[in-house]
């Protein structure tokens, strides 16, 4: 007996959902590489294999695709920072740190995007500009959350959070932002970005700082 093929308003739908993706897999593949200040529609869906009618379709201008974009990009670290937000099996200040770890293995490996929405950003991008913006009440106000639960636990030191968050994401990103600056601009240090890039990017390296950062803001134990 014959396969059923799939009724004609599922496959509709199914072949506008596969357009969208492709649509957003290949931004994500052009923002790593030239960043959303250089992204054009047309080259966007030539790289697509889709008509510009399609992009019009789906995403209306390249604005709401650039939001549409960025959203995409986050998505799986707010995800996954979320569920580590409320992992039973943490301890405050324990929590704090796999937060904070969790964002920085993302931004290693994410390394090239991020580079270039800074740059972005500085350019002027509107949707990069406007992501930005979002961010103040995702992971910020949730790793801020998290080390005001551990200054109740008496694990961290009193002050206020954001201060404190502030702290210890410059001390774990300070490097790698020094680094990628240093390498985007020809101040002639080659040699110097390369070498704090090495220092800043490895894993072991990211959580040797965020160490010291804990250390930094945790409670002293007193001796006996």
Sequence with gaps: MPARSAPPARRARSDASST????????????????????????????????????VYHFGSRDAF?????????????????DTGVDP??????????????LFDWVAANRAFVGHLLLDVAAGEPA????????????????AGAIRDAQAA???????????????????????????GLASRPLGMPDFARAMLALALPRAQIEQRLDWAIAGIGVKKEAP
């Excluded at 250089?38 to 399609?54: C, D, I, W, Y």
């Excluded at 990069?128 to 790793?143: C, D, E, N």
Aim: proline residues 5%; positive net charge; hydrophobic residues 50%.
């Design 154 to 180: 008496g694990q961290v030191v009193a002050g206020e959070p954001l201060h404190l968050m502030a702290f210890t994401l410059a001390a774990v990103g300070g490097p790698i932002l020094i680094g990628h």
């Design 20 to 55: 969208r993706e492709r649509l957003l897999r290949s931004g994500l593949r052009l923002a790593r590489r030239d960043g959303l200040r250089k992204l054009t529609v047309r080259a966007l869906a030539a790289h697509a294999g889709v008509n510009l009618g399609s992009f």
């Design 66 to 82: 650039s939001d549409a974009l960025m959203e995409r990009w986050y998505a799986p670290l707010w995800a996954q920072l979320q």
């Design 89 to 102: 099996t943490l301890a405050p200040l324990a929590r704090v740190r796999a937060l904070v770890l969790c």
């Design 128 to 143: 990069a500009q406007r992501f930005m913006r979002t961010l103040a009440g995702r992971h910020p106000a949730l790793i």
